[in-house]
Each structure stands twice: as structure tokens, then as C-alpha cells.
């Protein structure tokens, strides 16, 4: 019996493709980086399955690339703003997705990176590389405290309680959030407040945000958000680069509106060398690091291949995204 076509467009970690080779005729993107745009569609074409990467645009141009053999698209993230869902759904194409496992990983990330950027520890590092320090200043890198200031968590979904519960736990700090329903488990366990987005930009000591990518916030750190921060604010992003305006973002550093930023993604990724948030001072930058853990690398993995496997075969995928008439 011939095995459904799948093609996974990156080197995952070996116990998903495992999976996916027991079961399906696999073609696995060999290099380090992602397909080019040609490359992809081409790959693709006459696929039943695709297991996909943020990187990879899976839109109705990519549908029609792979033709009407396709049945699934598993993406391996808990995002899918790559994915054209509605389309997908409109053809009977599942689109799965890698929930819940990344949770605790990305929240540890969005912690470490709100201490980095309150604390200047990209500025102290950089002085040590550098051969710059040269001794001990008691006026030198001063930052801000944590205990007692007041948390905004813009998205309280998993990944947000989390990050949320960490902070409130650990420097009693008090959390508001948006949210486009209340949170019963952040309110009762955090005594945390919903409040609107203005009240929260203006609220906040520290930002964390924890949105989905969609046109309606895209962009949604633009100049007028940096306008009604306080001029102390730490500005926290794990989420997606395209829900901060990043030429804002650089002004508002620049310029003393906020205090400092640091960024787990951006838009695109990577960013070139000379752009300006890579120099600034006041901005860390890590590598899209939220997941990088052993344990939760290897979950997604699990969680992706069985869905790919699934939809080939026309079972229930394991998670799926949105649903197919």
C-alpha cells in the first residue's frame, strides 16, 4: 500500500520524525534555514501532508501549489498566523498547531528577559566584552526594582497566566491585563484586574505581551501606545515581531519614552545588523528562544507529527485550529 507524501520543511527533532516516517513517505527540508518561496511550493506540490514552520506562508497560493491531495497542515508552533486557517477550512484542510507544551518554557523566557532589560544586563555584558570595565561604580547600571510595581499582561492566555503567576508569586507584583474575556484563574489566584488597553499601557510598570497576530493587532505597539507609557515602562514581547510598530519601538527608546525593551521575536526574523534595535543600549535581543527547551522541543515534535500522521489519514488531529465544514 502506498504511503501518503508528506514534506516537513525543517529538521525537527528526531522522535518526530520518527513518527512521520513509520507512517508516511517524508521528505524532510535538508538545510539549516528555511525553504526560499520557489522552493516551498515546490517541494509541496502533490503532498497529502505538510508539516510547516513559521517561516513557511501557507496561504492559498501554497494550497494550490500542493494541489487537491492536500489534507493537512500541521504547524509547529502554538501560532498559526502563517497559516491562511479560513482558506484551509473553506478547501477541508486541517491545520493543526502545538499547544500547551511550549507554556512554561516561553513564560521562563519572557521573565528572564524582563529582568534582563530592567536590570542592563545586555550593557554590563557588553562592557565586560568589551574590556571596558574597569571597576566597580556605585552609580553604574542602575535599574529598576521589580517588588511591588505593577505587571501588564496584554493577552492573558496560557502563556500570559504564567508569566503573570511567576512574577506575582515572586515579587508580589499586582497584574492587570486585557483580555477579550474575563480570567477567572487570573483574577481569583493573581488578584489580577482586566482593564482596557489604555488603562493598562498607562497602569503598567512593566509590559509583557502575550497576543495572537491578527489584523486586528497588528501594529498594536505603535507610537500612540509608547505616547501613553510611562517614561519608566520595560516593554516584554514572546508573542509575534509584527504587533510591535518596530520604528516606533526605536523612537520610543531613543527618546526616553519608555525605558527599555526586550524582544524574543521581531519582524522579520532575523533582523539585519544595521538595524537600529540590534545597537540600541536599552534593547535585548534573543533569537526566538521562547521554546527552547529539551523537553518542550521534543513535546512539539510529538504533537506535530501526530497530527500530520492524523490528518493524512483522515483521523481527528490531536489539536486542531479552527474547523472544516
Known amino acids: 500500500m502506498t504511503k501518503p507524501r508528506v514534506f516537513v520543511s525543517r529538521k525537527i527533532p528526531p522522535n518526530g520524525i520518527e513518527v512521520v516516517a513509520r507512517h508516511c513517505d517524508v521528505e524532510v527540508w535538508p538545510g539549516d534555514g528555511p525553504p526560499s518561496r520557489p522552493?516551498?511550493?515546490?517541494?509541496?506540490?502533490?503532498?497529502?501532508?505538510?508539516?510547516?514552520?513559521?517561516?513557511?506562508?501557507?496561504?492559498?497560493?501554497?494550497?494550490?501549489?500542493?494541489?487537491?491531495?492536500?489534507?493537512?497542515?500541521?504547524?509547529?508552533?502554538v501560532g498559526f498566523n502563517n497559516v491562511?486557517?479560513?482558506?484551509?477550512?473553506?478547501?477541508?484542510?486541517?491545520?493543526?498547531?502545538?499547544?500547551?507544551?511550549?507554556?512554561?518554557?516561553?513564560?521562563?523566557?519572557?521573565?528572564?528577559?524582563?529582568?534582563?532589560?530592567?536590570?542592563?544586563?545586555?550593557?554590563?555584558?557588553?562592557?565586560?566584552?568589551?574590556?571596558?570595565?574597569?571597576?566597580?561604580?556605585?552609580?553604574?547600571?542602575?535599574?529598576?526594582?521589580?517588588?511591588?510595581?505593577?505587571?501588564?499582561?496584554?493577552?492573558?492566555?496560557?502563556?500570559g497566566l504564567e508569566t503573570a503567576r511567576r512574577l506575582a508569586a515572586g515579587w508580589q507584583m499586582d497584574v492587570v491585563y486585557t483580555s477579550r474575556t474575563n480570567k477567572p484563574d487570573a483574577d481569583g489566584q493573581l488578584g489580577a484586574r482586566r482593564v482596557t488597553i489604555d488603562e493598562l499601557l498607562a497602569q503598567s510598570d512593566f509590559i509583557s505581551i502575550h497576543a495572537d497576530l491578527n489584523p486586528t493587532t497588528e501594529n498594536l505597539f505603535a507610537a500612540d501606545a509608547f505616547e501613553k507609557m510611562?517614561?519608566?515602562?520595560?516593554?516584554?514581547?514572546?508573542?509575534?515581531?509584527?504587533?510591535?510598530?518596530?520604528?516606533?519601538?526605536?523612537?520610543?527608546?531613543?527618546?526616553?519614552?519608555?525605558?527599555?525593551?526586550?524582544?524574543?521575536?521581531?519582524?522579520?526574523?532575523?533582523?539585519?545588523?544595521?538595524?537600529?534595535?540590534?545597537?540600541?543600549?536599552?534593547?535585548?535581543?534573543?533569537?526566538?528562544?521562547?521554546?527552547?527547551?529539551?523537553?518542550?522541543?521534543?513535546d512539539m515534535a510529538e504533537i506535530a507529527a501526530a497530527n500530520l500522521v492524523a490528518g493524512v489519514h483522515g483521523d481527528p488531529l490531536r489539536c486542531e485550529v479552527g474547523s472544516v465544514a
Open 84 to 159: 491562511d486557517v479560513d482558506e484551509a477550512n473553506r478547501r477541508g484542510i486541517h491545520v493543526g498547531n502545538t499547544p500547551d507544551v511550549l507554556t512554561d518554557a516561553t513564560a521562563d523566557v519572557a521573565v528572564a528577559l524582563l529582568l534582563a532589560a530592567t536590570r542592563r544586563l545586555k550593557e554590563g555584558i557588553d562592557q565586560v566584552r568589551t574590556g571596558q570595565w574597569q571597576t566597580w561604580d556605585p552609580n553604574g547600571f542602575l535599574g529598576g526594582d521589580l517588588k511591588g510595581k505593577t505587571l501588564g499582561i496584554v493577552g492573558m492566555g496560557r502563556i
Open 39 to 77: 522552493e516551498l511550493l515546490r517541494k509541496i506540490a502533490g503532498c497529502d501532508g505538510v508539516l510547516s514552520l513559521l517561516s513557511d506562508r501557507m496561504d492559498a497560493e501554497a494550497m494550490d501549489a500542493a494541489g487537491a491531495n492536500l489534507k493537512v497542515i500541521s504547524n509547529f508552533a
Open 230 to 298: 510611562k517614561s519608566s515602562a520595560v516593554l516584554i514581547n514572546t508573542a509575534r515581531g509584527g504587533l510591535i510598530d518596530q520604528d516606533a519601538l526605536v523612537g520610543a527608546l531613543r527618546d526616553g519614552q519608555i525605558r527599555a525593551a526586550g524582544l524574543d521575536v521581531t519582524s522579520p526574523e532575523p533582523l539585519s545588523m544595521d538595524h537600529p534595535l540590534v545597537g540600541l543600549p536599552n534593547c535585548t535581543i534573543v533569537p526566538h528562544i521562547g521554546s527552547a527547551t529539551h523537553q518542550a522541543r521534543h
